[in-house]
């Protein structure tokens, strides 16, 4: 995990400084404010800034309900309730912001979460650094061939050794490719016979495996759902890196919040009105099977993977 000079004089400085103020602040979050957390090789996420906590979630939350829910619930129950009940706006009152440093190619199935404000470091205007990602030997794997997007069962050591220098071969090519365009590097004069090749092209030939940075800010809400789809087991596993990091950093944040969202999102399972009149069925002693449902025959897989008992 890497840090420009720049980046870490910004982060002490940072570190160093305290003031007083009428804002709510979380001690757990400042504890590890502006420090980058490392995710995958080259990787970090890191806490720049955030607004609200737990009782910024319940303040909203009893400006919509009126002054009656004070004297009903206790904040947690309240909290509890809004997650279970999928009340969402108040949980738009808070907000934060993450420098993350990640590998193009998550950058892209992350950008897809279009409900946060994202400043992207530029090619056009800066270098790249010579840094891209390769996987652990373990996570090379053959595809799936029941899911077009995922990955099945890992090669055997030996293979994964040969992918691995392969994938370095092509990454350090083209880099030293950039630089020779760039005229950094250039003993044919291919970039700089007449001036270093415009910065917004030198980049075109770079996989995507290499590393970018940007700025992403985000409310509470929106988050979740980010970390709802990319903490389960069937996202990509680098883009599942970094969503567990952040979602340990929204467990010192919002406490009260993050065990609702483990219990009411991320341990739950939404069951459509045909699979809950099957449930139904079975619970009043019918035996019901896969031809008699009335489901698909993917509806029906679902539903069992959902009643099974889980596995130890």
């Known amino acids: 995990m890497a840090l420009t000079q720049e980046q870490t004089r910004d ?10 103020t009428r804002r709510p602040t979380v001690a757990a979050l400042e504890a590890i404010l502006a420090q980058p ?54 949980l738009e009152m808070c907000e934060i912001k993450f420098h993350v440093k990640l590998p193009i190619f998550v950058a892209r199935q992350w950008i897809r979460h279009r409900t ?13 650094d010579q840094e891209f990602y390769l996987p652990a030997p373990e996570q090379i794997a053959v595809q799936d061939t029941n899911n ?30 950039y630089q ?17 090749l415009a910065r917004e092209l030198a980049r075109l030939n770079l996989p995507v495996s290499f ?3 940007w700025y992403w800010k985000i409310d509470l809400h929106n988050l979740l759902h980010f970390l709802a789809l ?16 952040i979602l ?32 139904r069925r079975m619970l009043a002693g019918e035996t019901v099977d896969a031809a008699s449902s009335g489901l698909s025959v993917r509806e029906w897989q679902e539903l069992m993977t959902a009643l099974a008992p889980p596995q130890v």
Request: glycine share 6%; proline share 3%; aromatic share 8%.
């Open 11 to 20: 982060i002490e400085v940072v570190r160093a400084r305290s003031a007083e």
């Open 37 to 90: 957390i490392q995710v995958l090789d080259h990787g970090f996420i890191r806490v720049v800034d955030y607004m609200g906590d737990d009782a910024a979630v319940v303040q909203a939350a009893r400006v919509s309900y009126g002054h009656g829910t004070k004297h009903v619930r206790q904040d947690t129950g309240l909290i509890r309730y809004l997650m279970r009940h999928r009340h969402t706006t108040p």
């Open 116 to 128: 946060a404000n994202v400043n992207e470091y530029s090619a056009r205007y800066s270098i790249l």
């Open 148 to 177: 077009r997007q995922g990955r099945a069962g890992a090669v055997p050591p030996e293979q994964a050794a040969r992918i691995l220098a392969l994938l370095r071969q092509d990454a350090e090519t083209a880099y030293a490719h």
């Open 180 to 196: 020779r365009l760039l005229g950094l590097d250039d003993p044919d004069h291919t970039g700089a016979e007449s001036g270093a």
């Open 211 to 213: 590393y970018t940075q």
């Open 230 to 245: 990319r903490t389960d087991a069937h996202a990509q596993y680098e883009i599942r890196a970094y969503a567990e990091a």
């Open 248 to 279: 340990d950093v929204v467990r010192r944040w919002v406490p009260t919040v993050f065990e609702a969202f483990r219990d009411y999102r991320q341990g739950a399972v939404t069951l459509s009105a045909p699979a809950m009149a099957v449930v």
